[in-house]
Nanobody
Framework: VQLQASGGGLVQPGGSLRLSCPLS????????IGWVRQAPGKEREGVSC????????YYENSVKGRFTVSSDNAKNTVYLQMDSLKPEDTAAYYC???????????????WGQGTLVTVSS
């Protein structure tokens, strides 16, 4: 199982970024795929999750209405569209595999290399 997130960078508050994570070693369906993040000096936090089998999505409260998780089963890739970014969204973001319950508890079965998102003016 290989998970490699990309798409991070420096963005001003209110800006947008789109993270991508192609998966290798297994097929998306029927797993749950999502994102966890870890800010400097803070604990890892579950951000969002999608059940690829039925398309249901779940979000941590602070990102609801701003972040959108999606998957492309044909490309075996999961995405995280992040809009209206805030400084408190600054963190390393990791894509993760497991159940949505585990992912949102920041305890996924697998997680890979992260990508750094910095929100600052």
């Amino acid at each position: 199982v290989q998970l490699q997130a990309s798409g991070g960078g420096l963005v001003q508050p209110g800006g947008s970024l789109r993270l991508s994570c192609p998966l290798s070693g297994f097929l998306l369906d029927p797993y749950a795929i999502g994102w966890v993040r870890q800010a400097p000096g803070k604990e890892r936090e579950g951000v969002s999750c999608i059940n690829t089998s039925d398309g249901r999505t779940y979000y941590e409260n602070s990102v609801k209405g701003r972040f959108t998780v999606s998957s492309d089963n044909a490309k075996n890739t999961v995405y995280l569209q992040m809009d209206s970014l805030k400084p408190e969204d600054t963190a390393a973001y990791y894509c993760a595999v497991g159940t949505c319950s585990l992912i949102l508890d920041a305890a996924p079965d697998y997680w890979g290399q992260g990508t750094l998102v910095t929100v600052s003016s």
